[in-house]
């Protein structure tokens, strides 16, 4: 049966399921209390952002490639040597999947997360000449950019990116994929060598988090059968967008609060599990109960939720 999420108020999103359900969906369907963001966004110019790093250089800093292939226009190939400085570990939508994500390629983030705009041109070209070098070669196609056009002055840098904030270089998040057929939310960590924050392109949602433990608990929550239950009862499966955190209650992390303990520790296992082959099930039937111990779900509104996914 198909019924508005909120009968209260005009224009409400639809949900779809069995009828026993649709009134525990409702009952949970509540905002969280945490927010998503869209990941970097180069504006059609991955090609010029996206790098295969080659090796180290000699005297310092990174021999590079750039992803020509990723770029939505013609580019010139380029393999160059820039700073290490504002080179990041990529992450994609084909990065992630349920419980692990694993950066493959890097991002130069030129953006400064404060300013929302580019870094000043006169700082870049004097602090790192050899990555204001390499954009330059590209200024032209940077600045033909429709969204740069649309939302920036000429005075602007012209390797300015979207979607870059504070939340973009926190080191603790949890992303999933924007398309996918279901849910599927991972924890990203600082990488373990370099230390350098992972960073998730625009065909991920991240939500930042304070620590390991709150990120470990927000996955273990996204992934649940009660929550991917909500977000196949309304959501379009190619439209995982941040309004995914409108409808699923997370609450926020408590340290104090021994259930939200449990899922950090129940998201660690599941992770582990995954990351190195081990079964998972136990451990997410495990998160379902602590999940639906949250959130008052009935044991027969678990098992009907988990036979409706099983369904879809």
Request: aromatic residues 8%.
């Amino acid at each position: 049966m198909a019924v508005p999420i909120n009968p209260q108020v005009d224009h409400s999103p639809w949900m779809t399921g069995p009828p026993t359900l649709a009134g525990t969906l409702q009952r949970l369907m509540n905002p969280a209390d945490y927010r998503g963001y869209e990941g970097v966004n180069s504006g059609g110019a991955n090609g010029v952002y996206w790098l295969e790093i080659l090796e180290n250089a000699p005297e310092g800093g990174l021999r590079v490639r750039n992803l020509v292939e990723h770029s939505r226009h013609p580019l010139p190939a380029v393999t160059t040597e820039i700073e290490e400085e504002l080179v990041y570990p990529l992450l994609r939508g084909r990065d992630v999947r349920r419980w692990t994500a694993q950066a493959e390629k890097a991002v130069l983030l030129v953006q400064d997360p404060d300013t929302q705009r580019g870094y000043r041109e006169a700082w870049l070209q004097t602090t790192l000449p050899k990555t204001h070098a390499y954009l330059a070669e590209f200024e032209a196609v940077l600045r033909r950019r429709s969204a740069y056009r649309r939302y920036f002055q000429r005075s602007d840098a012209f390797y300015t990116m979207f979607g870059v904030g504070p939340y973009t270089l926190a080191p603790y998040k949890v992303v999933w994929r924007y398309i996918a057929k279901e849910l599927t939310a991972a924890v990203v960590l600082p990488d373990p060598v370099t230390g350098k924050v992972l960073i998730p392109d625009h065909r991920l949602i991240l939500v930042p988090a304070a620590g390991a433990d709150e990120a470990h608990y927000l996955a273990a929550c996204l992934n649940s059968t009660p929550s991917r239950a909500i977000v196949a009862a309304y959501a379009i499966t190619t439209q995982l967008s941040t309004h995914i955190l409108q409808h699923v209650p997370v609450p926020r992390f408590d340290q104090a609060n021994p259930l939200h303990q449990a899922l950090a520790q129940a998201g660690k296992q599941a992770q582990a599990a995954t990351q190195s082959g081990e079964a998972v099930a136990p451990h997410e039937a495990k998160i379902d109960q602590l999940v639906a111990d949250l959130w008052q779900v009935r044991a027969t509104e678990l098992a009907e939720m988990g036979a409706s996914l099983r369904q879809d």
